[in-house]
């Protein structure tokens, strides 16, 4: 645990790497993960525990109207209970997002492209918020579909479905859906996607750095286990399914 502890402590993350990253990624077999990965897995999880927190505030004291109106919203939108699952997924965000990597070899445009998705899909319907029975299945969807926009070629919905850990019919039903929540405003302009980065690198150097860390120490701590799911994987054949 010591050795572990120690090279993760020596993992640094800076603005400048980041941006490297984003704009001169290497598409090599080998390649290792992107740091935008990292930091995308960072940001959703302060999400998901500002959300938690807003719970517990408004479960313990009185609720404001806001508050009341939120509640109520994610209760009566049933459209978005499309990405709820059954029970609460046994992996972390970024284990989970580095498996997404692992197999699709999605470069680190398509992860700042589901960031804006997953942004306008939150202001678009304010009654939805990020949690742990959510989050996976929006994740796959949101960077199937940023795949679709941003890379030449892509996996089929059958593959991108077994990476993720669901049938094609339900991501298949999990992408109509999300289109029509969306009003299919899927364009992402280079301003745009220029902000978006700016945001990324502001979440590095402005506070982000120890949850950042935690995340990477988090990812060495499941290495193990998840070589040995590699290698159950290694079969699935790297073709257009």
Known sequence: MTTTSSSCNSVIISPRKLRSDLYSYSYQDDSNIPLVVNVLASLIERSMARNQRIISK???SGCSSSTKKWSLSSGSDMRTRIFDCHETPDMTIQSYLERI??????GPSVYVVAYVYIDRFCQTNPGFRINARNVHRLLITT?????KYVEDMNY???YFARVGGLSTN???KLEVEFLFLMGFKFHVNLS???SYCC????EVSIGGGYHIEKTLRCAEEIKFSS?????RFNQIARVML
């Open 58 to 60: 408004s479960g313990s």
């Open 101 to 106: 990597f692992r197999y699709t070899r999605a």
């Open 143 to 147: 960077i199937m579909v940023a795949s």
């Open 156 to 158: 089929r919905n059958s």
């Open 170 to 172: 339900e991501l298949n």
């Open 192 to 194: 745009v996607f220029e």
């Open 199 to 202: 945001h990324l690198e502001r």
């Open 227 to 231: 070589q040995i799911e590699q290698g």
